[in-house]
């Protein structure tokens, strides 16, 4: 029996005919690979060389909002962390490490931990990111509670973590903040009250959670947040499905010295529909 699966690729047709004769997916997205590379790159030289002109190019700029990597960062600097220790979680390039780099002069020093699940990125993290440079701790066990303590901050990235070249976060019901001094959240979610399984350009099935879901897990933490939804961003990462509900991102923070930026608000944790 044969089963059937998403795929994205093209149908090739003898002319003038309708029956296809011959597929041929899209094979692995090498252009994908090297914008996080060349972003990798713009990030390093605006901080070593204080030229910030690669950052402003088109293909640069359009890639680093797709990743939000930058709306991120600017989340940490309003949460004012004091000596953060950041724990992220699988990458092959530690964008979010770079551009921590890059923002050191206002969010102050810190240190970076990045949680893999395997070895399969250490090489390419250690030539990346040399030890001389900005040393970058690796750890392969899941993240627990009894290793945080009131430096550290919680990063959970699903906007980065579904991609190639990434590890997906734990789930939210997995995460225990515990200590932490704060926790910054790009997670893809969806407005529906179900999760909802979506298959990605890549042929890869994930299930998104729910707007809903990702609220009960912020005000079960009883800190206070400010959120904001982001719908529709990014959602050609997925393939089109009929009757199915977009993806959008939720962008939250929190932390003990916590300031609003534009655009957020924050959450009333006796009305969901304030997200």
């Known amino acids: 029996m044969k089963s059937l ?82 724990h992220d979680f699988g990458s092959d390039c530690a964008l979010l490490f770079e551009e921590m780099k890059l923002a050191h002069a206002v969010i102050g020093d810190f240190d970076y931990v990045v949680h893999l699940n395997d070895h399969q990125h250490d090489h390419h993290l250690a030539v990346m990111h040399p030890a001389e440079d900005w040393p970058l701790q690796v750890r392969h066990q899941p993240l627990t509670p009894s290793e945080l303590d009131q430096r550290s901050v919680v990063i959970i990235n699903s906007v980065l973590g579904l991609r190639p070249q990434h590890d997906a976060p734990p789930s939210l019901d997995a995460v225990d903040l515990g200590p932490a001094q704060g926790c910054v959240l790009a997670l893809r979610a969806c407005e529906a009250e179900a999760a909802t399984q979506r298959t990605t350009v890549h042929g890869e099935d994930v299930v998104i959670p729910t707007l809903s879901s990702v609220h009960d897990w912020m005000a079960a933490t009883g800190r206070r947040w400010y959120v904001r939804w982001l719908p529709r961003h990014d959602v050609g990462f997925f393939l089109p499905e009929d009757g199915v509900p977009d993806a959008g991102v939720v962008l939250a923070y929190t932390s003990e010295q916590v300031e609003k930026r534009p655009g957020f608000r924050l959450m009333d944790m006796a009305q969901k529909s304030s997200v």
Do not use: C
Request: net charge positive; aromatic share 12%.
């Open 5 to 86: 699966i998403w795929s994205a690729g093209k149908f090739i047709y003898p002319k003038g005919s309708s029956l296809p004769v011959h597929f041929m997916p899209l094979q692995d997205f090498s252009l994908e690979i090297a914008l996080n590379y060349s972003l990798l790159v713009a990030l390093r030289v605006a901080r070593t060389e204080q030229y910030e002109g690669l950052l402003s190019k088109i293909e640069i700029g359009q890639w680093r909002h797709r990743l939000l990597t930058d709306d991120v960062v600017e989340l940490v600097k309003a949460a004012k962390f004091s000596h953060p220790r950041f």
